[in-house]
């Protein structure tokens, strides 16, 4: 059994969701893995390489674009976890039987072990509230700790994609607790349904972070200038 494919709730097997980029998945396992003699484990370093020229093309449009530059990146990657997300969840429907949060914490689980390729332990904490445990994390042995807050664009594109799903905005937050890369043991994660008085503490922790990142930016442009 596949990482991907397995929880002890009994409601996990009513989960459904479609395989993101499916076509050039079923190629991957049809014809190449069963065919040729790649050795799959080179997707992680071509991934990687992929991660860095993400996080080294935002550095490099803030610096000769500001803020402009920034927001032009975040936007992009904004709009493809808002496509996974929607490719995820197209055409099923939640189980009636199934509460919000449970929802949250399978569509947190196929993206964690899918999307991100990563090794999850998740958590259901309560009505309200669930989180996880990111164990293993193909990003990090490569990733500084800053660099994660590329994944924040990515993942209020997520949200955005279950908000549409639902037709409307349940107030369902996420927060980084804890990453790998700043020297933590797992990285983790709490999703909550959040009261009107938190509900902006993601954007403004995402602003935060924009901001001291173009103030980098400013500071290296100078001392190479």
Known sequence: MAHWENRP?????????????????????E??????????ATLWQWGTMQAMAVIGVL????KAFGREGQQVVAQTLHDVGLDIGRQILKGTKKPEDMSDMEFMSFYATVINRIVYASLEKPYIDGTDKVS???????????YGAFDCRVQRYFV?????????????????????????????????????????SEKEEWAHFTEMLDEKALEIAKHTKKDKG
């Not at 709730?9 to 396992?29: D, I, M, V």
């Not at 996880?132 to 490569?142: G, T």
Request: aromatic share 14%; with cysteine; charged share 30%.
């Open 132 to 142: 996880f445990d990111i164990l293993w994390c193909p990003h990090q042995d490569h």
């Open 156 to 196: 209020q594109g997520m949200i955005d994609a279950v908000k549409e799903y639902f037709g409307k905005d349940k107030g369902f937050q996420v927060r980084f607790d804890t990453t790998i890369p700043s020297g933590s043991e797992t990285c983790h994660f709490t999703i909550w349904r959040a009261g009107d």
């Open 9 to 29: 709730e009994a409601s996990w097997k009513k989960f459904r969701f479609n395989q993101p980029y499916n076509e050039g998945l079923k190629r991957l396992k």
């Open 31 to 40: 014809e190449v893995l069963t065919e040729t003699d790649f050795d799959p």
């Open 59 to 62: 550095k490099a449009c803030e």
